[in-house]
């Protein structure tokens, strides 16, 4: 049974933590939202014994931000993310300062789509380029409304931007146009250890096109770092791998290099997916497993690559990261994922040679809310982000935060 500890009497390492969130508060910068008068719901510091025995404290480092979507690290240590409706800014987790660097020109905000993933070029800061997709077009909306209506005229595109002096400066853009709707625009961003950009794409409530070679919605694309098709792609084009709903994770194994997905199901299924080069992933013929009799004969056909981990009923899988250190008792060789719906993180353990799942634990659930990313730190601390100001969730005074995991 895990316990949740209220914060009790203060050690001298939690009083640290409360002075520094402390100077947190003051120190953040013009822009991002102060923390509002009165305690927020919920507490600060926290210690927690998950089902299988670790014991994390747990910290919120910042508050007052508003639906942050994906969460990348700078190779100066500082972390680095963007808010859905274009805003960019850097954290230091020393200090909990958080800098805002400028804003992606042209985002639209509306449901699920606005400005999603960010990627840093792999010789950042000598090349000084940050990569974005967002969404944008479809005027009339509204940020966070709900469901569809001026769903053609929204787009989706891929841009970068040089970060100069502190700031964010230009926009180049790489990939224009791609179709968009108010909802699955999923768009995430990593670098591969090939050095190319791996980014997937939604279907853009368009199921069909998950299906067709000739439309980048639903795919996992490979580009190269100025945004070309990557040498080497299966069809000749940018599509990496096809059959894919609304992708809003991906992340590289550290060892061995297999690319990971989190990917949203209809209502069925969500999917955790090891990305094979130019294979098919089912979708809309398949969700989930090869288990109804409808999808039996499509995933033989087309030689459908099955999840290696499935959530039942589906549960919002979003970012992911993979845990890799010692840090945390039983966590190395962990899949970590973000769950909206579900408002929990779920910890996968996979088997020695990473290629399935052995075992599940969902943590969390229900006590921050939508949570949206997680990402492992080099010192083996894990952050996690709310997104409970997206228009689906109950926010409380402190939304959206990063809250920070370490062993206690
Ligand atoms: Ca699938
Ligand atoms: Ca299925």
Redesign the pocket.
């Given at each position: 049974m895990r316990t949740l500890q209220p914060f009790g009497f203060p050690t001298l390492a939690a009083w640290a933590t409360l002075v520094v969130i402390a100077q947190m508060t003051a120190a953040e910068a013009p822009g991002q939202g102060r923390r509002g008068r009165g305690a927020p719901a919920a507490p600060e510091t926290t210690t927690v014994t998950t089902p299988s025995g670790a014991r994390l404290r747990v910290e919120t480092v910042v508050d007052s931000l508003n639906t942050v979507w994906d969460m990348k690290w700078a190779p100066d240590g500082e972390l680095w993310f963007t808010e859905r409706s274009g805003r960019v800014s850097r954290l230091d987790v020393a200090t909990g300062k958080v800098t805002r660097v400028g804003a992606v020109p042209g985002v639209t905000q509306r449901s699920e789509s606005g400005l999603m993933g960010l990627a840093f070029h792999p010789d950042f800061p000598r090349e000084p380029w940050i990569y974005f997709v967002h969404s944008f077009g479809g005027a009339g909306g509204r940020a966070g409304a709900r469901g569809g209506g001026a769903r053609a005229a929204i787009r989706n595109r891929l841009v970068r931007m040089r970060y100069e002096e502190g700031k964010l400066a230009g926009v180049e853009t790489l990939i224009d146009s791609i179709p968009g709707a108010s909802n699955h625009d999923g768009a995430a961003l990593v670098i591969g250890p090939d050095r190319m950009l791996y980014m997937s794409m939604g279907d853009a409530t368009r199921r069909e096109l998950a299906q067709d070679s000739s439309s980048l919605n639903g795919k996992v694309l490979r580009l190269t770092l100025d945004g070309r098709s990557a040498p080497g792609n299966p069809f000749g084009n940018a599509i990496w791998s096809w059959?894919?709903r609304n992708s809003q994770g991906l992340a590289f194994h550290p060892t061995t290099g297999a690319l990971f997905s989190s990917?949203h199901g209809e209502d069925a299924e969500d999917?955790v997916?090891r990305i094979d080069r130019g294979r098919n992933?089912?979708?809309p013929a398949?969700?989930?497993m090869c288990n109804q009799a409808e999808e039996e004969e499509f995933c033989r056909t087309a030689i459908?690559v099955q999840?290696v981990w499935v959530a039942a009923p589906t549960v919002g899988l979003s970012g992911l990261d993979i845990y890799e250190s010692e840090t945390i008792p039983g966590w190395k060789g962990s899949l970590l994922l973000a769950s909206l719906a579900g408002r929990s993180l779920y910890r996968l353990t996979l088997s020695g040679d990473k290629r399935t799942v052995t075992s599940s634990e969902r943590l969390f659930e229900g006590e921050f809310g939508r949570l949206r990313d997680v990402l492992v730190a080099s010192d083996g601390s894990v952050y996690i982000a709310t997104s409970n100001r997206d228009g689906r969730g109950r926010p409380v005074r402190a939304d959206d935060r990063i809250i920070r995991l370490r062993r206690f």
């Open positions: 059959g894919h990917e999917e997916n992933y089912g979708w398949v969700e989930g459908v999840p």
